[in-house]
Structure formats: structure tokens, C-alpha cells
């Protein structure tokens, strides 16, 4: 530690369902003391940065916006945490007792971006991502640092919980309307319909500008409307039926 240029924090904050989908980048603890994490001091070390900036949302002034390593604006949430764009493949790795016995590939690590970590199961530094069930703990450190370095970082903004409430609500709405007046395979078709359109639209954002929009919540909506509307339905045109039936037996 006396010999190491600097210092950071190597913690993640999984999702609340145990998967890691974020990461912090910045810790402030107390008034003017806020600390980078072991991927962001890393970038800025790499670029020959003395220092990062933080900029807030101008309405608030309060709520954290971005963080910005000279031209790389790095969007991140209130709570200063990276939305991760986690790769299709692992990063190259070079195996310690190569490091040790000094028969790895210098050309390899040179002028490069070099985490050292475990992926042993049994050293416990694994992590469940949306990939993978079990991902090495210090790839999520590299993939932050290649998210900042890419910038194509996914992006959450603030208004997605009004668009998503909006989505649960006008959906349910379509598909309560349409159980309730029109024939269940052109209601079935319907919520079909809602349920395409909300996943089609945050695929969309997603691919065009790296926006996530999780449109679980709007199916979600849909099935739990269909369902019981279809049931009162049925319901109500069986009641009708064996009173008509009593009336003329």
C-alpha cells in the first residue's frame, strides 16, 4: 500500500435479487470527501489524469449526473453507480504461476489496464450477473473500466419511472378494455400486441442509445388484467346463461 500511487474501493452493490447489474464508482463519506472505486481510479491513472469531475443535475443540484475523465462523460445514477454493459466474451487473462515463474507474455500486459484477482470458486470472489450464474468478481471492476474507457455505458434516466408507470397503466387499461368487449382470440391477440410493443420499444432505446427501459412491469400489467378480467367474464355470461335457461325451463 506505501508503494501505490494512489488508493480506491474495490466494492460492488449487487440488485436486490443477489445479480450484479451496477457497480459504484464514487463513495463520499462525509462533506468533501469522496473516493473513486478501483475501476474509475484505474481509467484516470491510464489516461494521466490528476483529477475526475462530478457534475449534478441542474434542476436539483443535488442529484449526481455524470462523471467526466476530460472528453469521456461516464453516466451514472444518484447513488454515483455505473450501469454495466457486461461483453459477450471474458477478458484476456493471464494465469499467476505464469506471472510467478515469469513465462507470461510481457507484450501482452504492456501499456494496458491490468486488474489482478481470483476466479477460483473456493476463494469466494464470484458474482451472479445477467449472463452468468457465477462471474469472477474483478471482471466486473474490468468491464466498468472498458464501459468508461467504450463509453457505451447502458443508461437509466430519471423519467423512466414515470414511462414504465405510464406503460402499466395505459396497457392494463388496452387490455382490460379489450377482455371485457371483444372475443377472447382478438383480446388474447391484444394483450399479445401490448406485450410485443412494450418489449420491441426498450429493445429499441437499448440498441439505439444504450437506454434501459425494463418493460417487465407493462407484462406483468397485462397478464394480471387479462386473467381476471377473462374469469369475471366467463363468469358473468354463464350467470346469464343459466337464467335464461331458468326462465324458459
Not at 377472447?184 to 410485443?196: D, E, N, R
Not at 420491441?200 to 397485462?222: D, E, H, K, M, N
Request: aromatic share 10%.
Amino acid at each position: 500500500l506505501c508503494a501505490a500511487s494512489s488508493g480506491a474501493f474495490f466494492n460492488t452493490t449487487p440488485d436486490p435479487d443477489k445479480v450484479t447489474r451496477r457497480t459504484p464508482l464514487v463513495w463520499a463519506l462525509g462533506p468533501g470527501r469522496v473516493y473513486p472505486s478501483l475501476a474509475l481510479e484505474a481509467v484516470r491513472l491510464h489516461l494521466g489524469l490528476r483529477q475526475f469531475g462530478l457534475f449534478y443535475d441542474a434542476a436539483t443540484g443535488t442529484r449526481l449526473r455524470e462523471i467526466r475523465l476530460r472528453d469521456l462523460a461516464v453516466p451514472v445514477d444518484q447513488n454515483g453507480c455505473l450501469l454495466l454493459n457486461f461483453r459477450r466474451h471474458h477478458f484476456p487473462t493471464v494465469p499467476a504461476a505464469a506471472v510467478l515463474d515469469g513465462s507470461f507474455d510481457r507484450a501482452a500486459v504492456s501499456n494496458r489496464i491490468v486488474f489482478v484477482g481470483t476466479s477460483a470458486a473456493g476463494l469466494k470472489d464470484l458474482v451472479a450477473t445477467p449472463f452468468a450464474a457465477e462471474f469472477p468478481g474483478v471482471e466486473v471492476h474490468a468491464t466498468a473500466a472498458d464501459n468508461i474507457l467504450a463509453g457505451d455505458a447502458l443508461r437509466e434516466q430519471s423519467w423512466f419511472f414515470y414511462a414504465d408507470l405510464g406503460g402499466i397503466l395505459l396497457g392494463g387499461a388496452i387490455v382490460m378494455l379489450a377482455a371485457w368487449r371483444m372475443r377472447s382470440g382478438v383480446s388474447l391477440a391484444v394483450t399479445l400486441a401490448v406485450g410485443i410493443a412494450a418489449v420491441a420499444g426498450a429493445f429499441w432505446l437499448l440498441r439505439t442509445s444504450s437506454q434501459v427501459l425494463a418493460p417487465v412491469g407493462t407484462i406483468v400489467a397485462c397478464s394480471l388484467t387479462y386473467t381476471p378480467v377473462t374469469a369475471i367474464r366467463y363468469g358473468q355470461e354463464e350467470l346469464d346463461r343459466r337464467r335464461v335457461r331458468a326462465m324458459f325451463g
